[in-house]
């Protein structure tokens, strides 16, 4: 059992682009495909995010940053350039984590099509500084990793 996440940079990994300059009210939006590469189909699939560097940005549940992942049926369309991405699809979306604070365990994946070997998820993750952030969130770094844990299928007669 393997999951993988696309190449590192592309379109299809977007996750390590940083964003600067983020006011109250700004979304950062990032593609990337989830992709099951192992033999096996899965249980499931979970998301658990810790700050590498921490700050209010990720410590404040309310008022730091708010994060949503959805999926499209079709790899997202990117416009804009580093670090203003933003994605559009052409095919069906459905959310695959509603909209919460960023820092979290175990967060379970919704709608996800890789929970079937061989299958690919095209992704997109947005976060939103909410507008109630105040002048205190001015100037503060904070580094989120994304660590993604499948679960094995049950077992099955063969």
Do not use: K
């Not at 580093?82 to 979306?93: D, I, K, L, N």
């Not at 992704?123 to 503060?140: G, I, K, M, Q, V």
């Amino acid at each position: 059992m393997t999951i993988a996440l696309g190449s590192n940079g592309a379109s299809t990994n977007r996750l390590n682009v940083n964003a600067t300059g983020v006011a109250s009210g700004d979304t950062m939006q990032r593609s990337f495909d989830l992709i099951n590469q192992g033999s096996l189909d899965l249980a499931s699939i979970t998301l658990t995010t810790t700050a590498t560097t921490s700050s209010q940005l990720d410590t404040d549940a309310t008022n730091g940053l708010q994060m949503a992942i959805d999926r499209c049926s079709t790899a997202w369309t990117e416009s804009g350039s580093s670090p203003a991405f933003t994605y559009s699809c052409s095919g069906s979306t459905s959310t695959v984590l509603a909209q919460r604070a960023v820092i979290g365990s175990n967060l379970a994946l919704s709608n996800l099509g890789s929970l079937t070997a061989g299958a690919t998820d095209h992704l997109r993750l947005t976060l939103t500084l909410p507008s109630s952030a105040d002048n205190s969130f001015e100037n503060l770094t904070s580094t989120i990793q994304y660590s993604f844990t499948g679960t094995q299928r049950a077992a099955t007669n063969r």
